[in-house]
T-cell receptor
Framework: DAKTTQPTSMDCAEGRAANLPCNHS???????VYWYRQIHSQGPQYIIH???NNETNEMASLIITEDRKSSTLILPHATLRDTAVYYC?????????????FGPGTRLSVLP | DGGITQSPKYLFRKEGQNVTLSCEQN?????MYWYRQDPGQGLRLIYY???????QKGDIAEGYSVSREKKESFPLTVTSAQKNPTAFYLC??????????????FGPGTRLTVL
């Protein structure tokens, strides 16, 4: 089972910031939070990841709470091309594998 | 898609036939993965390989087989034993490493339809 909880869907106006929340209350100290997105019928695209500090790259910002039990992905100026399903994932290490558990994600619709 | 190719993009198979999906990467990554995605669902892990000549079952390995004879290639065979093979199949790779940050990069996917 996925170790994260996300809203099923969200809307955002074009040009505004999109804030996508994720709860991961059982995260352990050495687990990273990853965000991917998937546009219909394409492979998931990596966005950003973090451990405990806030992170920013050319695509988005990741804000992780101090207790690490939740995080928020921020798309600062959403465009129509940002319409996609967004996955929040906690990296689970099992044996010597690297199992990424993908839940159903949040369907973000950017509206004109 | 970052140097990961999957072929073909669409694949049709008759019931009872085995079919092999191709996945190649030129990222020099040690680890490779196969996921299955059903409509409206998240991804589920089928098999993964941390290194050449070694692979492990994921959550839904029944009815599937893999090989990892070369670092850059990780083909997936969907056998006739797989009860519901119609799905979108995604291959991914990562640099590897047991702990710490390790990002997976995905291919464009193969949509398999059983007729």
């Amino acid at each position: 089972d996925a170790k994260t909880t996300q809203p099923t869907s969200m809307d955002c106006a074009e040009g505004r910031a999109a804030n996508l929340p994720c709860n991961h209350s059982t995260i352990s100290g050495n687990e990273y939070v990853y965000w991917y997105r998937q546009i219909h019928s394409q492979g998931p695209q990596y966005i950003i990841h973090g451990l405990k500090n806030n992170e920013t790259n050319e695509m988005a910002s990741l804000i992780i709470t101090e207790d690490r039990k939740s995080s928020t992905l921020i798309l600062p100026h959403a465009t129509l091309r940002d319409t996609a399903v967004y996955y929040c994932i906690v990296r689970v290490v099992e044996n010597y594998g690297q199992n990424f558990v993908f839940g159903p994600g949040t369907r973000l619709s950017v509206l004109p | 898609d970052g140097g990961i190719t999957q072929s073909p993009k669409y694949l049709f198979r008759k019931e009872g036939q085995n079919v092999t999906l191709s996945c190649e990467q030129n990222l020099n990554h040690d680890a490779m993965y196969w996921y299955r995605q059903d409509p409206g669902q998240g991804l589920r892990l089928i098999y993964y390989s941390q290194i050449v000549n070694d692979f492990q079952k994921g959550d839904i390995a029944e009815g599937y087989s893999v090989s990892r004879e070369k670092k850059e290639s990780f083909p997936l065979t969907v056998t006739s034993a797989q009860k519901n093979p119609t799905a979108f199949y995604l291959c991914a790779s990562s640099a590897g490493g047991r702990f710490g940050s390790d990002t997976q990069y995905f291919g464009p996917g193969t949509r398999l339809t059983v007729l």
